[in-house]
């Protein structure tokens, strides 16, 4: 797919070659693969395609004056034209990395420019306020906005999928539980049935007994699956083809400084939010709370336009996206101070610690927003709330520990099916039809999933249902114990023998846990909405559940063995299956996500005490450590990687002894640096090296002979200056100097009139010497957040190195594929 | 301005929400009290309007399956719940997600079919379209020149409305090219 543009290049012929893999390189001296961006971006530098850009209207270039932390509008040099920044200047191109330095600089000049002139007049102490309130009222209305579509969402998805089996004939828009609400005919055994909900053999043949209406009610479940996932798929591929799939990946790359444009637009927010309810809805095996921190994210990025002071501002705009994405998990799990920390631990990338402050403001706002909507009828934000206090005895914690192991276990193996499934589909021909893709997928998940009663029911349902300590009041299969009257003391249930109703419900939790194991590794990464927090816990609550319901039988009929004897004698309440389902849930997620400390505060915030923080610790813990054994890394992490994302893990630490000249560009049999001087080269020679090469910056130099470095210059800068002097100025030609000095190169005065370039110029590049260990040189990048460090030698500039550089060079020390880095 | 206007609209849904739940219907509020089998008895479910003091055995319960001394123990064993919920809620937000839906689809219905047979009819209506052969003609200097032609302003609405649509489908036309085509992103 060689575009005529590339054509006319004739150095950085490297960057056209594809090698046999399908992987692209980029070009040599680690600039940008622009190819990647023809094709993507459209134009390679059509800004007026791109969602996020900056408004390019008159209002802006008064204002950019101001940011840009310089152009003082009163100079009187002549040819001063571009004293005052263009349009486009300071922003990026699509997929392509901030210059964090350069951001926080522009917002460091606009506040202390606030500050100074808030003294001069009522009106300028009055903006100066309102500019630092303005943080507080954008996470306010960014938790109220994430709150209510997360309601709008938790109530269309729980009507939604009950409409798979039937209709409410007292108003279609409730669901079964709420249909049967006012009902007096619900008896104890059959609580669900009430004359007002019908299934839909009942509505289209009369009755709902018999195996002609079973067959048809299975019939009308698939039907409807099918109708769910078709609409939702076409929906994705016809308006916004970035809403699908969990989003947590990109979003953690965008957090780290890279930009996709249109990611987090309004489009994919109103897509996003329609077909995740679609895709829960249709009985897929995935979960909804990754779409929903995406979600949370589009609003935030939404809502940022409404502020100057992080519309304009790349880095600022990041520390509300981490604080959204905060509030996104809060609203999925109600658990407020577990999504403050998911977002430290799993999302962000840089988090100060004032954006801590604020993303709880955020969280706290949308969970409240949720539980004022409240969508399930009883003031609980989530689904699978725990109620139980029974406490725990220290023996338990070996089955605890057994738990986290298989958590560990199904992580890996997990991590590594869905990975290689993944791989296949964007390489073979799999990928090419996505929309038969989803429908075989749906249709496989829901034949299977119909006869089983526990695969039936929507995974949140099935997860509420494991939690639930076993009481008088229930009467579940699950539930179905024996019970002896005689021996009832008050209100302590003691430990009972299974009934039959719980052998039944176990064989049938295994089966839907073979299910759920292998549905979930071809479901994660389609072509709709997925997340994979549900269907984790779901896996780890079924095995958690047998165990326990295991350890419970046999302490029962064992109870005379040493290990029982002290702690469980006849009688007593000791062991509660829904405790090991829960820790088995917090065991899979955490062997899936290697979530830390954020799974442990959430799984505690969801049971509403701290008793049981000791089971849920070790368990993670041992998830974590198994997992880590096997695969060093989360599932988030390793899409990133097989995405070609240009992520440095901040995590990681690089311990090879190689030296920044083993790293930088240009190697020893390459063409030597492209640089421009500062004011020797002409208007043509300038196109000619930006036609000719695809690098995004060049170094400005004071002479090719001395090579002593003046600063850097952006290449997307440099054309929108050049082309708009073209135009605007007089007497600009092909042979008019360029120069970055302050005051102009002499020259004879029948030469044409010259361009100066100074306010472009960045005139402070971070340079390192030759010798540099690359231990200082990946932390000053991790640190920083630099996109490329020019290396000098003796004083003198030698070669340059991007992060992409340094990311192929860390892939290579670990001997991954080097050339699987995509972006830069 | 359309993010404003999307701004609004979810602003105007959240407040409708929230104002609509202060309306609380009769039917909408309930005491369920459980009670669980006891001696010959079987189980029962009892549902019963009542205000929250209200809600215990003794007032909910309105037939005593048991009599004399027995309903002090049988009320004993009884859970009774207060709660609440706002059928009103429910039926606003399932009719404003389906309408969002509706209109996607016919979105989506008219863009697929409707539209390249009206752009027939009216033909040479817009030139602004551009296949995607031309794509990757432009050199990077033709491209900052669309740039800066940009704030120039655009007197007509309807010019505008076409603009914003072409530039959309050209943006998703990329999406989809970048997810589903080329699996660069996303896969």
């Given at each position: 797919?060689?575009?005529?543009?590339?054509?006319?290049?004739?150095?950085?012929?490297?960057?056209?070659?594809?090698?046999?893999?399908?992987?692209?390189?980029?070009?040599?001296?680690?600039?940008?693969?622009?190819?990647?961006?023809?094709?993507?971006?459209?134009?390679?530098?059509?800004?007026?395609?791109?969602?996020?850009?900056?408004?390019?209207?008159?209002?802006?270039?008064?204002?950019?004056?101001?940011?840009?932390?310089?152009?003082?509008?009163?100079?009187?040099?002549?040819?001063?034209?571009?004293?005052?920044?263009?349009?486009?200047?300071?922003?990026?191109?699509?997929?392509?990395?901030?210059?964090?330095?350069?951001?926080?600089?522009?917002?460091?000049?606009?506040?202390?420019?606030?500050?100074?002139?808030?003294?001069?007049?009522?009106?300028?102490?009055?903006?100066?306020?309102?500019?630092?309130?303005?943080?507080?009222?954008?996470?306010?209305?960014?938790?109220?906005?994430?709150?209510?579509?997360?309601?709008?969402?938790?109530?269309?998805?729980?009507?939604?999928?009950?409409?798979?089996?039937?209709?409410?004939?007292?108003?279609?828009?409730?669901?079964?539980?709420?249909?049967?609400?006012?009902?007096?005919?619900?008896?104890?055994?059959?609580?669900?049935?009430?004359?007002?909900?019908?299934?839909?053999?009942?509505?289209?043949?009369?009755?709902?007994?018999?195996?002609?209406?079973?067959?048809?009610?299975?019939?009308?479940?698939?039907?409807?699956?099918?109708?769910?996932?078709?609409?939702?798929?076409?929906?994705?591929?016809?308006?916004?083809?970035?809403?699908?799939?969990?989003?947590?990946?990109?979003?953690?790359?965008?957090?780290?400084?890279?930009?996709?444009?249109?990611?987090?637009?309004?489009?994919?927010?109103?897509?996003?939010?329609?077909?995740?309810?679609?895709?829960?809805?249709?009985?897929?095996?995935?979960?909804?709370?990754?779409?929903?921190?995406?979600?949370?994210?589009?609003?935030?990025?939404?809502?940022?336009?409404?502020?100057?002071?992080?519309?304009?501002?790349?880095?600022?705009?990041?520390?509300?996206?981490?604080?959204?994405?905060?509030?996104?998990?809060?609203?999925?799990?109600?658990?407020?101070?577990?999504?403050?920390?998911?977002?430290?631990?799993?999302?962000?990338?840089?988090?100060?610690?004032?954006?801590?402050?604020?993303?709880?403001?955020?969280?706290?706002?949308?969970?409240?927003?949720?539980?004022?909507?409240?969508?399930?009828?009883?003031?609980?934000?989530?689904?699978?709330?725990?109620?139980?206090?029974?406490?725990?005895?220290?023996?338990?914690?070996?089955?605890?520990?057994?738990?986290?192991?298989?958590?560990?276990?199904?992580?890996?193996?997990?991590?590594?099916?869905?990975?290689?499934?993944?791989?296949?589909?964007?390489?073979?021909?799999?990928?090419?039809?996505?929309?038969?893709?989803?429908?075989?997928?749906?249709?496989?998940?829901?034949?299977?999933?119909?006869?089983?009663?526990?695969?039936?029911?929507?995974?949140?349902?099935?997860?509420?249902?494991?939690?639930?300590?076993?009481?008088?009041?229930?009467?579940?299969?699950?539930?179905?114990?024996?019970?002896?009257?005689?021996?009832?003391?008050?209100?302590?249930?003691?430990?009972?023998?299974?009934?039959?109703?719980?052998?039944?419900a176990m064989w049938q939790l295994a089966l839907a846990l073979i299910l759920k194991v292998f549905i979930t590794i071809f479901t994660f990464g389609m072509k709709v909405p997925s997340?994979?927090?549900?269907?984790?816990?779901?896996?780890?609550?079924?095995?958690?559940?047998?165990?326990?319901?295991?350890?419970?039988?046999?302490?029962?009929?064992?109870?005379?063995?040493?290990?029982?004897?002290?702690?469980?004698?006849?009688?007593?309440?000791?062991?509660?299956?829904?405790?090991?389902?829960?820790?088995?849930?917090?065991?899979?997620?955490?062997?899936?996500?290697?979530?830390?400390?954020?799974?442990?505060?959430?799984?505690?915030?969801?049971?509403?005490?701290?008793?049981?923080?000791?089971?849920?610790?070790?368990?993670?813990?041992?998830?974590?450590?198994?997992?880590?054994?096997?695969?060093?890394?989360?599932?988030?992490?390793?899409?990133?990687?097989?995405?070609?994302?240009?992520?440095?893990?901040?995590?990681?630490?690089?311990?090879?002894?190689?030296?920044?000249?083993?790293?930088?560009?240009?190697?020893?049999?390459?063409?030597?640096?492209?640089?421009?001087?500062?004011?020797?080269?002409?208007?043509?020679?300038?196109?000619?090296?930006?036609?000719?090469?695809?690098?995004?910056?060049?170094?400005?130099?004071?002479?090719?002979?001395?090579?002593?470095?003046?600063?850097?210059?952006?290449?997307?800068?440099?054309?929108?200056?050049?082309?708009?002097?073209?135009?605007?100025?007089?007497?600009?030609?092909?042979?008019?100097?360029?120069?970055?000095?302050?005051?102009?190169?002499?020259?004879?005065?029948?030469?044409?009139?010259?361009?100066?370039?100074?306010?472009?110029?960045?005139?402070?590049?971070?340079?390192?010497?030759?010798?540099?260990?690359?231990?200082?040189?990946?932390?000053?990048?991790?640190?920083?957040?630099?996109?490329?460090?020019?290396?000098?030698?003796?004083?003198?500039?030698?070669?340059?190195?991007?992060?992409?550089?340094?990311?192929?060079?860390?892939?290579?020390?670990?001997?991954?594929?080097?050339?699987?880095?995509?972006?830069? | 301005?359309?993010?404003?206007?999307?701004?609004?609209?979810?602003?105007?849904?959240?407040?409708?929400?929230?104002q609509v739940t202060g309306v609380k219907n009769f039917e909408d509020v309930r005491c369920k009290c459980i009670c669980p089998p006891y001696k010959d008895q079987p189980g029962h479910?009892?549902?019963?309007?009542?205000?929250?003091?209200?809600?215990?055995?003794?007032?909910?319960?309105?037939?005593?399956?048991?009599?004399?001394?027995?309903?002090?123990?049988?009320?004993?064993?009884?859970?009774?719940?207060?709660?609440?919920?706002?059928?009103?809620?429910?039926?606003?937000?399932?009719?404003?997600?389906?309408?969002?839906?509706?209109?996607?689809?016919?979105?989506?219905?008219?863009?697929?079919?409707?539209?390249?047979?009206?752009?027939?009819?009216?033909?040479?209506?817009?030139?602004?379209?551009?296949?995607?052969?031309?794509?990757?003609?432009?050199?990077?200097?033709?491209?900052?020149?669309?740039?800066?032609?940009?704030?120039?302003?655009?007197?007509?609405?309807?010019?505008?409305?076409?603009?914003?649509?072409?530039?959309?489908?050209?943006?998703?036309?990329?999406?989809?090219?970048?997810?589903?085509?080329?699996?660069?992103?996303?896969?």
């Open positions: 797919m060689a575009s005529p543009w590339l054509g006319q290049q004739s150095l950085g012929s490297e960057a056209v070659a594809m090698n046999n893999k399908g992987f692209r390189r980029g070009s040599f001296q680690g600039s940008t693969s622009d190819e990647d961006m023809v094709e993507i971006a459209g134009r390679a530098l059509d800004f007026s395609i791109t969602d996020d850009d900056p408004p390019l209207d008159r209002e802006m270039l008064g204002g950019f004056s101001l940011y840009n932390g310089g152009g003082m509008n009163g100079t009187s040099q002549m040819m001063d034209f571009l004293e005052e920044p263009l349009p486009g200047v300071g922003t990026y191109e699509d997929f392509n990395t901030i210059d964090w330095v350069r951001e926080k600089s522009r917002d460091r000049d606009r506040h202390r420019e606030i500050a100074s002139k808030s003294k001069e007049s009522t009106w300028a102490l009055i903006h100066s306020v309102s500019d630092a309130f303005s943080g507080w009222l954008l996470m306010l209305l960014i938790g109220l906005l994430a709150g209510s579509l997360a309601g709008l969402i938790d109530i269309s998805a729980h009507w939604m999928t009950d409409l798979k089996e039937g209709l409410c004939l007292s108003g279609f828009w409730f669901n079964h539980e709420h249909c049967c609400w006012n009902s007096n005919e619900t008896t104890f055994e059959d609580r669900d049935k009430c004359p007002e909900w019908e299934s839909w053999s009942q509505l289209i043949i009369g009755h709902g007994e018999g195996a002609f209406a079973y067959i048809l009610n299975y019939f009308m479940y698939v039907l409807w699956a099918l109708v769910f996932s078709l609409l939702a798929v076409l929906l994705v591929r016809g308006f916004a083809p970035y809403a699908c799939g969990s989003g947590i990946p990109e979003i953690k790359t965008i957090l780290s400084g890279f930009i996709i444009r249109g990611y987090l637009g309004k489009w994919t927010l109103i897509i996003k939010t329609v077909t995740l309810v679609l895709a829960v809805s249709s009985g897929l095996s995935l979960g909804k709370e990754g779409p929903l921190v995406h979600v949370a994210c589009c609003c935030g990025n939404i809502l940022c336009h409404l502020f100057t002071k992080y519309r304009k501002n790349e880095a600022k705009r990041r520390e509300v996206l981490s604080a959204a994405a905060a509030a996104g998990v809060s609203v999925a799990f109600g658990a407020p101070i577990g999504g403050v920390l998911f977002s430290l631990e799993e999302v962000s990338y840089y988090f100060p610690l004032k954006t801590l402050w604020r993303s709880f403001f955020a969280a706290l706002v949308a969970a409240f927003t949720l539980r004022s909507i409240n969508p399930f009828g009883n003031s609980r934000l989530v689904l699978f709330y725990v109620e139980f206090h029974t406490p725990w005895h220290l023996l338990e914690l070996v089955p605890f520990i057994l738990l986290g192991i298989f958590g560990g276990l199904w992580g890996s193996f997990f991590i590594r099916s869905n990975i290689a499934w993944c791989r296949r589909r964007k390489t073979t021909k799999l990928g090419k039809y996505p929309v038969l893709e989803v429908l075989v997928v749906t249709a496989i998940t829901a034949v299977l999933a119909f006869p089983n009663e526990y695969t039936r029911m929507s995974t949140s349902e099935l997860i509420s249902e494991l939690f639930n300590d076993c009481g008088l009041l229930d009467f579940s299969k699950l539930c179905e114990y024996v019970n002896d009257f005689n021996s009832t003391t008050g209100d302590v249930l003691p430990d009972r023998a299974a009934g039959p109703g719980v052998y039944t997340g994979l927090f549900i269907p984790s816990m779901a896996v780890g609550a079924i095995v958690g559940r047998l165990l326990g319901v295991g350890m419970e039988q046999l302490a029962y009929y064992h109870h005379d063995w040493t290990i029982f004897s002290g702690w469980c004698s006849q009688g007593a309440d000791c062991i509660t299956p829904g405790l090991y389902a829960m820790v088995g849930a917090a065991a899979c997620l955490g062997g899936v996500t290697r979530m830390t400390v954020s799974l442990v505060v959430i799984m505690f915030e969801l049971t509403g005490g701290l008793e049981y923080i000791v089971p849920l610790m070790a368990a993670a813990m041992t998830s974590k450590w198994v997992a880590d054994a096997i695969g060093r890394e989360g599932i988030y992490d390793a899409h990133i990687r097989l995405n070609g994302y240009p992520f440095l893990e901040a995590k990681e630490e690089f311990s090879h002894k190689t030296l920044a000249m083993d790293v930088m560009r240009p190697r020893r049999n390459d063409p030597v640096l492209t640089v421009i001087t500062q004011d020797s080269m002409m208007v043509e020679d300038v196109e000619a090296i930006i036609n000719e090469t695809t690098y995004s910056g060049y170094p400005v130099v004071v002479s090719r002979e001395s090579q002593r470095l003046v600063g850097f210059v952006l290449r997307r800068d440099l054309i929108i200056s050049i082309e708009n002097a073209r135009k605007k100025q007089d007497g600009i030609v092909s042979t008019s100097i360029i120069y970055f000095t302050d005051h102009s190169p002499p020259l004879p005065p029948s030469s044409p009139s010259m361009l100066k370039l100074r306010s472009i110029l960045d005139l402070s590049p971070f340079t390192v010497t030759d010798q540099t260990p690359m231990e200082i040189v990946v932390d000053i990048f991790r640190k920083l957040g630099l996109r490329q460090c020019l290396v000098t030698h003796n004083g003198k500039l030698l070669g340059i190195i991007t992060k992409k550089d340094v990311l192929k060079h860390i892939a290579q020390m670990a001997n991954q594929d080097p050339d699987s880095i995509l972006f830069n | 301005m359309a993010a404003r206007a999307r701004l609004c609209s979810m602003l105007a849904l959240a407040a409708l929400v929230r479910i009892f549902n019963k309007n009542v205000s929250q003091k209200d809600c215990d055995c003794l007032h909910v319960v309105e037939s005593m399956p048991v009599s004399g001394p027995d309903v002090e123990a049988y009320c004993l064993r009884c859970e009774c719940k207060y709660e609440e919920r706002s059928s009103v809620t429910i039926k606003v937000t399932v009719i404003i997600y389906l309408s969002i839906l509706g209109l996607l689809l016919l979105y989506m219905v008219y863009l697929t079919l409707a539209e390249p047979i009206l752009k027939r009819r009216l033909f040479g209506h817009s030139q602004l379209i551009q296949s995607d052969e031309d794509i990757g003609d432009h050199q990077p200097f033709a491209n900052a020149h669309d740039v800066l032609a940009r704030s120039r302003s655009r007197a007509n609405v309807l010019n505008k409305v076409e603009y914003a649509q072409q530039r959309w489908k050209l943006q998703v036309q990329e999406q989809r090219k970048s997810v589903f085509d080329r699996h660069v992103v996303l896969s």
